[in-house]
């Protein structure tokens, strides 16, 4: 059974950067300790596009964000002096902990033109670990497993599933995997975890003898156990065990409401640092930072 569809809802992130919203969503905040999921691009970048498509420097706590993708390029820079560009089938997995900033520039794109089309999660941390010291590991090749069957090609993003573990570094149980499906394929869900969902991201599916295209999160029940691609598919499955409520502010994520308004304040007052080799500008606090 299926128990929520969330469809993505476009947001403009300035520059002609837009992307598919779906969590937060209303009526259900989170998947484990999923908290925050945006499908960008696909968008096509000509060489010399302006620096406000760039994502300035702006900080987080509470969190690790998880950056994936499936095309394209983009330069991380942070506060603990991590400069590191990603690349398709790459993890940057970045721990805010008690405050990190970063920014992520498409300089490739400046230069040459590029193909943008990824996806950007964030995991809340568990409440022990919400201020632990930020920390940031790019991953690649034998840390993210693959495997190919009957139509199916997948990859570990983090966590364990289908028998295997990444070698991403989590702070609670997960699973995150992207699994590209050939027309007709049939693909097997993770089981064993509280909360599970898939995010079409290109093509369509047939769940439960439904339809399902692209730009929707199927929130599962514990009884699906596979998905059939009714034509060339990426998906994205997720979950993993919840962390309890979580509260979010702008870019901040928290337990505790009182934590994002200190956190708030020490954006707004300077007080936290700014990336090593990007220091120059950032965001500011907005007016109403509340996450949509």
Known sequence: MIEMVIEQRRRGLGGGLDVGRVLPFAQRRMVGPFVFFDHMGPLD????????????????IGLSTVTYLFSGEIMHRDSVGSQQAIRPQEV????????????????????????LHGIQAWVALPVDDEETLPSF????????????????AGQLIAGSAYGLTAGVRTHSPLFYAH??????AIAEVPSGHAER?????????????????????????????????????????????????????????????????????????????????????FIPLPDSPVAP
């Open 45 to 60: 970048v000509a060489a010399g596009v302006g620096r406000n498509l760039d994502v300035r420097p702006h900080p987080h």
């Open 92 to 115: 940057n997995w970045m721990t805010a902990g008690s405050g990190i900033t970063h920014s992520e520039r498409f300089e490739k794109a400046r230069a040459v033109g590029d193909h």
């Open 137 to 152: 590991s790019h991953h690649a090749g034998s840390d993210l497993p693959q495997w190919r069957e009957a139509g199916v």
């Open 179 to 184: 699994l590209d499906l050939a027309t007709g």
């Open 197 to 281: 969902a898939i995010y079409v991201a290109t093509g369509s599916i047939e769940v439960d003898d439904q339809r399902h295209a692209a730009g929707r999160m199927l929130v599962l029940g514990p009884d699906v156990s596979r998905i059939k691609a009714l034509e060339h598919a990426t998906v994205m499955v997720l979950g993993g065990e919840p962390v309890g409520e979580r509260y979010l502010y702008w870019n901040f994520v928290s337990s505790s409401k009182e934590r994002l308004k200190q956190a708030a304040a020490d954006w707004k007052a300077g007080r936290m640092k700014l990336p090593d080799f990007d220091n120059v500008e």
